[in-house]
């Protein structure tokens, strides 16, 4: 069946320093999501990528689908103590229907 | 509406004793879905529902899983002869009938096996 993986597993940063994690598909997607889930919360949506080579910007966050929809990242520029949590990519192989979540990436940042 | 909404928030039950959780969608959303998540894990598939029809059940759920949605509109999973494994938090996340668009997470039930 379709795994998901992320890298890496966990990242420690200074605030102030940028950030990405990484998600690579044994299958090519319909799409992608990212979902941040902070400490005893649940997912929370942040963006859908759907185009091949697509990138989208949410203020200080950076998402990408590559060109052969099969990996996608989320880079964060000047971290904050606020952007703590988990990051989840989730792929889905059909417009509607179940996506298969990566392990995240849970993101530390010292102040 | 108030996001989605899921009961009870803890359910702490003896080794094969039966539990069911139940889950209150966005209202507009027709789409349903189950989800298990173990701590440094991601979201674990179970079970999806377009409407009240039950349109996809992952392969890794026993006979012992089950989930309806009778009216199409708020969800039951339940779990029969509980095991040590199960332990986990149980998401439900709806989302509306159109393409690409994302999940919206309830809180979840965390189970707890003794």
């Known amino acids: 069946g379709q795994q998901v993986m992320q890298i890496p597993q966990y990242q420690h940063v200074q605030e102030g320093e940028d950030f990405t994690t990484y998600c690579n598909s044994s299958?090519?997607?319909?799409?992608i999501q990212w979902y941040k889930q902070r400490p005893g919360g649940h997912p929370v949506f942040l963006i859908q990528?759907?185009?091949?080579?697509e990138v989208k910007k949410q203020k200080r966050l950076t998402f990408q689908f590559g060109e052969a929809k099969k990996n996608s990242s989320l880079h964060i520029t000047a971290t904050q103590t606020t952007d703590v949590g988990t990051y989840f990519c989730?792929?889905?192989?059909?417009?509607?229907?179940?996506?298969?979540f990566g392990d995240g990436t849970t993101l530390t940042v010292k102040p | 509406d108030t996001g989605v909404s899921q009961d009870p928030r803890h359910k702490i039950t003896k080794r094969g004793q039966n539990v069911t959780f139940r889950c209150d969608p966005i209202s507009e959303h027709n789409r349903l879905y189950w989800y298990r998540q173990t701590l440094g894990q991601g979201p674990e598939f179970l079970t999806y529902f377009q409407n009240e029809a039950q349109l996809e059940k992952s392969r890794l759920l026993s006979d012992r899983f089950s989930a309806e949605r009778p009216k199409g509109s708020f969800s039951t999973l339940e779990i029969q002869r509980t095991e040590q494994g199960d332990s986990a938090m149980y998401l439900c996340?709806?989302?509306?009938?159109?393409?690409?668009?994302?999940?919206?997470f309830g809180s979840g039930t965390r189970l707890t096996v003794v």
């Open positions: 996340a709806s989302s509306p009938d159109r393409a690409n668009y994302g999940y919206t």
């Open positions: 989730a792929g889905r192989n059909t417009n509607a229907g179940k996506s298969t």
């Open positions: 990528l759907v185009k091949s080579g």
């Open positions: 299958t090519t997607l319909s799409n």
